[in-house]
């Protein structure tokens, strides 16, 4: 019996970052008026933006917070199944942090950090 050692390809994209700001009023200002990214919601300290040709409710979060730096960052995967593989890939691996509830159009969330500590979560349900 031959083994197959093709990959799989669990991650279909990047599906939204969130960046942190000490200044969110600036912050907001330079994505939707240098970028043009559109506002599309606020919860909280924080507000979604997406751009023009993105089918995803929103793809960048800014949240106010007291130095600048990084949220975490989203995968989409190709499948539920595709999910539920990478969640058992990582909490074998023993970084993963479990469930959390999906925001702005997305389902629920596995989050887990890279060997830098940065923080990740990957879903597959999302709104178009």
């Known amino acids: ?3 197959v050692t093709e990959p799989l390809y669990d991650v279909a994209h990047l599906a939204h970052i969130e960046l942190l700001t000490p200044k969110p009023e600036e912050s907001l200002h330079f994505f939707t008026h240098l970028l043009s990214l559109q506002e599309v919601g606020w919860s909280g300290q924080s507000v979604y933006l997406r751009a023009y040709g993105d089918y995803a409710h929103y793809t960048l979060k800014l949240t106010e917070a ?7 960052v989203a995968w989409r995967t190709t499948s539920p199944a595709a999910l539920e593989r990478r969640v058992q890939a990582l909490a074998a691996q023993g970084c993963g942090r479990g469930w959390v509830e999906g925001e702005g159009g997305d389902g ?3 989050q887990f950090v890279d060997p830098d500590g940065h923080l990740f979560e990957l879903f597959y349900e999302t709104t178009h």
């Open 1 to 3: 019996m031959t083994t």
């Open 66 to 72: 007291k130095s600048a730096g990084l949220g975490h």
């Open 108 to 110: 629920p969330a596995y």
